[in-house]
């Protein structure tokens, strides 16, 4: 398991949670889902998280820039099944002027279980690809603490 | 099954061949490929019938143009399944000014058996969103066949 | 397009509804729905019919049968985009003692414009491979009307 | 970057190599290769790894067993593009009873650049799902050198 430094203790935070139903799309012949579709529910828990906290990822791109990413983690605990409803909690983990770090966490509904948890660390590129610092109002809305905001899915 | 319109004869036709390994992703918990999977191959089909008569359908794009998807499908015979090495055969169904149908057929190597058969008709747009005529020297390129060229992967 | 047997009038039927918005992952390079992932979805929509009849689909095939996919067909007419909040509209086409065919139209919320209409068949087969009648009693739920029943997601 | 035990000194091997073309699915709104696809080409990778060294990786599963993934890490350099022809190096990088690490690079052809690097991470399941050892005579193969051995696709 990685490091990672973190701004705040996260350890009784649930993050913001995203529901989602397991597609017959995302399972292999294991009968379970194949594990590179954790990364894509990373992807939406991540989007979650901004939209939470007042922003669609969207306008970041519409002003010309990128959160690539850098880096991506995942340790997978126990399998998703097809049709599972399972949640994505969705934390930060570090916020840098260029760079950010988020972590996940996906369990089952019902009797709770963690399934999987994986971090990705994100650069902020402007269109011409060039390392920037997160633009405002963005970083300041990043930097400010989900569970403060109401939800809107 | 659906008529189309061939400007020639092609039933004794290979068309364009393109061979490829089944990938464990694209399988899904019945064991077999999962059926959407299928018009990614046929994409990967027509972009090999474009390179075989001497162009990259990247070049196109570059250009501003693109062939976006008005109409797919895809009748399917029997399942291809994980490590499965497939052939897909592209044809030219229809070529017009403004509009170009590609069919499918994609066999299993070694007792060969028909698995799936499909057809795809595509618009070109300009980067307007405006549908064109499709732009030469591609349009005179499409008209030409395939068997005459020599291949090149 | 091709003709389908309905069974009942459906012109004014809105269907089944099943909400979604739509993923990164499922993006290309046009910056559009990539064109298969529509079938994706066209399968989100049928197991939601199922569930909106009272059944999951997974108990079927814990029983040991399977719809498998004979037939899919897509029309496009405008593209999803990343972000965008669509409605996958599923209808019960034909029903057969061996054979079901849904039609799926999937449509922007907001100014509704319909994206794509699209139409599956498919064969009920036993674990054998063997083309089976659809089991009791999820015939006899899928010759319901969905509208009669209550929602749940 | 995490540390991972080798049996061997690999700085100068090519590991085995495994030639794709970029399809236009695995393409992003961003223009570039989806984070999550290099999962699926690592696993193309380590099948083909197993494959040089004289066994095809079904054949394990036909046995009953499975090798799950316990952890996943990529780190991104540089972005693969449509049409790109990248090489997938695979790498052994420990090998135990029960549990065996992979390598990757990834670099696209051409005036060589290393795209992104990756590692996982499996445990040998059997059908109950029980931690097992590696089966003879795969975990045999496996600790022989893929260099040593002749190619076939």
Sequence with gaps: MRKSVSK???????????DLRVRYAETDRMGVVYYANYFVWFEMGRAEYCRRLGFRYLELEELGYRLVVAEAHCTYH??????????????????????????????????????????????CLDAAGKIKSI???????????????????
Tied chains: 1, 2, 3, 4.
Excluded: W
């Design 8 to 18: 705040r203790d996260l350890t009784a935070d649930a993050g913001v949670e995203l």
């Design 78 to 123: 126990k399998p998703a099944r097809y049709d599972d409803v399972v949640t994505v909690h969705t934390f930060l983990h570090k916020l840098a002027r260029r760079l950010i770090t988020f972590g996940y966490r996906v369990v089952r509904k019902g009797p709770t279980e963690t399934l999987v948890e994986g971090e990705t660390t994100h650069l």
């Design 135 to 153: 633009p405002e109002p963005f970083h300041r809305y990043l930097g400010q603490n989900p569970s403060r905001h109401d939800s809107h899915a």
